[in-house]
């Protein structure tokens, strides 16, 4: 009776309980930023070896946590017997100038949203606008992570990717990891280059919602008529490489849930100059330069004091959202959830 007794508790020591990642990561999607943020929470979760965490696995698993509502996503809901989770990466308010059909697609959100059993939110402004849709959700708020060992600058990688894209040493390079997008301020990142025509801009990023993203022709033709010291590299295998090359990070997106590739850019120890919009406010603070004007942008990046002190400072304003920590918050809302039910 001794040994059956020890060797059920020891057992029920090991067990791990297991949550399902239902991530659209087909085609382009696997570049967009719900799927790199779930991705690094995915791998954080598995490393801590207190949860087992599956990629699109079983639907009978005790909880199933949702980073995208697509088709594949809405068919994994139907069939789950579990606590199913999303974190809205994506609401109403940054579809507009993204993807055509918008008005169309936002009026499902509401209905999408009702069938989760809990919402993530990733910031105030994410979740004030998820509480607006739908007023009695129950919400948890946890920010995005950065994984702050991989986002490290590597001299060697920036090396490289600047000898690709025929980018000289002594270059500066101010860079935008983002879709080719309105929303995500593709026309004013244009005019800065314009205005700035000894500094070159790098946009790493495509179409992932291809014909069907908004404005699709305009911003090819903006493209074309793009000023000589601007490079579109479209997507590229590794992000590190881009960051490591780049001296300044700009992101002129007009809206955000939280805005992950500006912590990336900050734990790689680069100045970032972004739109001055709620969300930056919140989540970044003082820990990057706001701007809400062309001629404001343009003094930021040729501020290099400012720059200096900004840099001294970017990897720091990371550790609040170090990806370990993120993962342990995660995890004891799993758990709480399970012990609830």
């Known amino acids: 009776m001794n040994n059956i007794s020890v060797d059920s508790t020891q057992t029920a020591r090991n067990f791990k ?12 999607f696997k570049y967009i930023g719900c799927t790199t943020a779930a991705k690094s929470l995915y791998r954080q979760i598995n490393t801590s070896q ?22 594949l996503a809405l068919y994994a809901l139907h069939q789950s017997t579990g606590i199913n989770i999303l974190t809205a990466h994506s609401t109403p308010r940054v579809n507009v100038g993204n993807i055509a059909g918008t008005n169309i697609i936002n009026k499902i959100y509401p209905y999408i949203y009702k069938k989760f059993d809990h919402i993530i939110t990733i910031s105030q402004t994410c979740e004030d606008e998820i509480k607006e849709l739908i007023p009695d959700a129950a919400v948890t708020r ?21 000898q690709k894209h025929g980018i000289a040493e002594d270059e500066t390079v101010v860079l935008n990891v983002a879709q080719l997008s309105p929303r995500k301020g593709i026309y004013d990142f244009l005019e800065i280059a314009k ?48 960051y490591s090359a780049a001296d300044i990070f700009l992101m002129p997106s007009h809206a955000e849930t939280f805005g992950l590739v500006i912590l990336e850019a900050l734990s790689c120890e680069l100045p970032v100059i972004a739109r001055n919009i709620t969300e930056f406010q919140e989540i970044y603070g003082s820990s990057i330069s706001l701007f809400s004007t062309i001629n404001e942008a343009c003094n930021a990046v040729s501020d290099e004091k400012g720059l200096s002190v900004l840099q001294s400072s970017a990897r720091g304003a990371t550790e609040p959202y170090d990806i370990i920590n993120v993962a342990k918050q995660t995890t004891d809302l799993y758990t709480k959830l399970l012990e609830s039910r």
């Open 17 to 28: 309980p297991t949550v399902n990642f239902v991530v659209e990561d087909m085609f382009y």
């Open 50 to 71: 207190a949860w087992n965490a599956m990629w699109n696995g079983e639907n009978t698993a005790p909880i199933s946590h949702y980073h995208t509502f697509g088709p």
């Open 142 to 162: 946890i920010p995005n992570g950065v994984d702050r060992e991989r986002f490290k600058r590597d001299k060697e990688a920036g090396q490289t990717f600047r």
């Open 195 to 242: 205005q700035c025509p000894h500094t070159k801009f790098v946009w790493v990023g495509g179409f992932p919602y291809g014909v069907f993203s908004t404005e699709f022709l305009s911003v090819k033709h903006a493209l074309r008529s793009a000023p000589k010291n601007v490079i579109c590299t479209g997507f590229v295998p590794d992000v590190l490489h881009a």
